[in-house]
Each structure stands twice: as C-alpha cells, then as structure tokens.
C-alpha cells in the first residue's frame, strides 16, 4: 500500500492508525513479546570528533543509508553536538543519530540519518535515540519532529510510525525530494516526508 498516491496528496493520520500506512514485512516479534535494550547498559551521549570515523563505518556497515564523507561525521561532532548523539555498548558505537534545528523553524527538529547496529536491532534502540533526542536541552522548544523515508525502507517507516504512536501524535507524510531531483546515475527513491507532532512531551520516556 502506498505511502502517498500524488506528489500534492496529504495523508494525515492518527497514530492509531497507522497500520494503513504500511505492513511491515519479514518482522515477526518473538512470542515472549519486545525485549528492549536495558538502559543501563547503554550510555547515551553527544558525539565528539573522536567518533567519526566509527560513525562512519556504522553508516557504511547499514548497506541502506546514504553514505556521507567521514569530513561529514567529523563535523556533526564538531558542530552539532547537541542535536546528534551516539549510543554506545561495551565501548562500541552502537547507534548514531544525527539532527539540526533548521534555523527558519526553531518548533522543529529534522532527523537526517539514524542508524543501529545490525546485532542491535529490533530491541528499541532506534526508538530510544529518538526520544533521548527529543528531551535534550536543545530540543525543548521543539514540537514536531520531521525525517525523509523512501518507500523501500521498512524498518525506518515503522520506527517513526512507532515513534508517533508512542508519543499519540500525528503522523503526516508528504513528498520532500521527488526521485527526478536526484542525479539521475544515483538511482535515488523519492524521499517522503514525515512530520510528527504536536509532540506530547509527557509521554517521551
Ligand atoms: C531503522 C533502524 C534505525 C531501526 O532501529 P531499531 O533499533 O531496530 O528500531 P526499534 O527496535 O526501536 O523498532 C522501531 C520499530 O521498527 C520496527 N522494525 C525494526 N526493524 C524492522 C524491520 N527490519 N522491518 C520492519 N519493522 C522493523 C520495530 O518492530 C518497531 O515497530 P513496532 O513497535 O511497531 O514493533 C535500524 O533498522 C537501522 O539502523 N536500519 C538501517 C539504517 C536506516 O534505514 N535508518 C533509517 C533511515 S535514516
């Protein structure tokens, strides 16, 4: 089932249903249900310069993201330090998330690229950098959150989706980057935009 049928078609849907977006394929949850990540065995924290290279080689190693120069990954710990974090288990680079707060709208923050580790998957992590994002201190004024999907990426649709239902907000999705934006040799999917919110703060746990 499609995301969205047009390039002007809006689909504004409660987080509570968000099943008609789309159906996961090839998840199945184990029958004794989710076992997320303990936070206590994962330190949360803003990257610094010192990790990107292994931002990098967690990017390079998801197969799907689109890989920046590692000048890139330097930088967002140079210089966006408060809106990026790394998630870090037993000394390695576990989860990434990287966001700005575009100047023009200070009420949102754009999420470019969140990335788990292939054995860390599926335990809540990618949820957990979300909203360990959303309480930081830079994102306190922040009521709606936005991110680009393609269609082919399962795993990032439910992650949102699930994102927006955890925090009862809305989930609305447009076309950000039509694929004729892109070079043409790149063979690049539109992107989607989805745009979450009003966010209820009470509710990022
Ligand atoms: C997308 C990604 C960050 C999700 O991380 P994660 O730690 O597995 O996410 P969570 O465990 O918090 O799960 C969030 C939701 O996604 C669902 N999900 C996770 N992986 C999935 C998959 N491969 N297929 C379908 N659903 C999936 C989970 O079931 C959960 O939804 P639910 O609550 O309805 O069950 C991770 O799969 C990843 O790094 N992928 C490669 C990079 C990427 O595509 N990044 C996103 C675009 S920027």
């Not at 047009?6 to 996961?24: D, V």
């Not at 576990?94 to 966001?99: E, L």
């Amino acid at each position: 089932m499609p995301v969205v049928k047009s390039r002007e078609e809006k689909i504004n849907l409660r987080a509570g249903n968000l099943s008609l977006i789309h159906e996961p394929v090839g998840y199945r949850k184990n029958s004794t249900g989710r076992m997320d990540v303990s936070p206590l065995e994962i330190k949360f924290r803003k990257p610094c310069v010192q990790d990107g290279a292994g931002i990098w080689n967690l990017v390079r190693e998801t197969e799907v993201l689109d890989l920046n120069s590692a000048y890139c990954y330097l930088m967002l710990g140079k210089y966006f330090p408060d809106t990026c974090l790394v998630a870090e288990y037993e000394q390695k680079i576990a989860g990434f998330v990287s966001a700005f707060l575009p100047p023009q709208n200070p009420e949102v923050v754009f999420v470019w690229q969140v990335a788990v580790a292939g054995s860390m998957r599926k335990k809540g992590l990618g949820t957990k950098l979300l909203k360990e994002l959303l309480k930081r201190k830079a994102c306190e004024k922040v009521r709606f959150l936005e991110t680009t999907v393609t269609l082919s990426n399962v795993a990032s649709q439910s992650l949102f989706c699930r994102l927006a239902r955890n925090t009862r907000s809305h989930l609305e999705v447009t076309v950000c980057f039509s694929a004729n934006l892109f070079p043409t040799k790149s063979n690049h999917e539109t992107e989607f935009l989805f745009r979450i919110g009003p966010l209820q703060r009470e509710l990022i746990k």
